[in-house]
């Protein structure tokens, strides 16, 4: 019965929203893309990546770009931004690797799909929280880095 415990698969299903912004044009006369299609572009890469790049621990089982691009406006800005929504289904080994998946910029939501309950020992717990520090240590060290350029 334990063993049974330990071995239940982790599904989960994320959302991504990927930004979009407009880049002023290199010519006078041809503008740069609209934001949108840089929306659009981005999203593709990065999924392609996230499908292509292997993840020890983690399957992607479904990949959904059927969500419709849609735009707000950005106050900080002061301009129209594009997200376009990506819907990933992925099979964990461990609760851990959620973790890289919810730190990304363009995480939003996070649906568990299997199993109904979780039950973890006091050291999948210690693991868990050491990875999200971690990953919160990583993040925040590349924003330091990024604001110095």
Not at 5 to 30: E, M, N
Request: aromatic share 12%; net charge negative; glycine share 6%.
């Amino acid at each position: 019965m334990a063993e049974e415990r330990i071995r239940k698969k982790i599904r989960l299903k994320f959302r991504f929203d990927y930004r979009g912004t407009v880049r002023p044009g290199r010519f006078l006369f041809w503008g740069g893309k609209s934001t949108e299609r840089i929306a659009e572009e981005t999203r593709e890469q990065q999924i392609a990546l996230l499908c292509n790049v292997p993840m020890q621990g983690v399957t992607i089982e479904e990949v959904d770009l059927s969500h419709d691009i849609y735009r707000i406006y950005d106050e900080e800005l002061g301009t129209e931004v594009a997200f376009a929504p990506a819907e990933v289904v992925v099979d964990l080994d461990s609760l851990e690797e959620a973790i890289g998946f919810i730190m990304r910029e363009e995480f939003r939501k996070v649906e568990v799909l299997e199993p109904g309950e979780f039950d973890l020992t006091r050291y999948q717990l210690e693991r868990l929280l050491f990875k999200f520090n971690s990953e919160l240590r990583s993040f925040l060290y590349s924003l330091q880095n990024s604001r110095r350029r």
